[in-house]
């Protein structure tokens, strides 16, 4: 069963449509604090964000671990023996720690900001590593729709 005409499990393809909404959802949400000083509203959106991805992320390893055999629908990509594992270490690169990342910032972002949301002293610090994870969100998605296009469209 798939949901694109690729070779790719359908829980592949979920995952590749997901970061094509998470990636402007993640840029909607610093754009509502940097600009429009909605902490409220950012709050909601991360942590909808993050709950979002835990069961992604939970339901994908999954599939990966126990019931796609995601190299064997790869094998056929002309990509295979050459770019497809590589580009794959890359992707895990960013995205192992991204996944760690994301339960910090929340975690901290939770425990040191009061509520409702605003300004305090665990700002600056929260800019800073909420900034790593978005791009670190970035890396993660684009590394991931290079690595699908080329073991399960190419």
Do not use: C
Not at 58 to 64: C, G, I, K, P
Not at 89 to 96: K, M, R, S
Request: aromatic share 14%; glycine share 4%.
């Amino acid at each position: 069963m798939h949901i694109l005409p690729t070779r790719a499990s359908i829980m592949l393809d979920v995952v590749f449509l997901a970061m094509f909404a998470v990636v402007p959802l993640l840029a909607w949400s610093i754009y509502t604090v940097r600009r429009r000083r909605n902490y409220a509203l950012h709050k909601r959106v991360q942590l909808m964000l993050g709950m979002l991805l835990l069961v992604a992320v939970t339901l994908f390893e999954l599939d990966m671990q126990f019931i796609t055999d995601w190299e064997d629908h790869a094998r056929s990509s002309p990509y295979f023996d050459t770019w497809v594992k590589p580009v794959l270490g890359v992707h895990l690169f960013f995205a192992i720690p991204t996944a760690l990342l994301w339960v910090a910032v929340i975690v901290r972002a939770l425990r040191r900001f009061p509520n409702p949301p605003g300004p305090s002293r665990h700002s600056r610090e929260h800019v800073f590593w909420g900034w790593l994870a978005a791009v670190e969100t970035l890396m993660t998605a684009v590394t991931g729709w290079v690595f699908y296009w080329l073991a399960f469209v190419a």
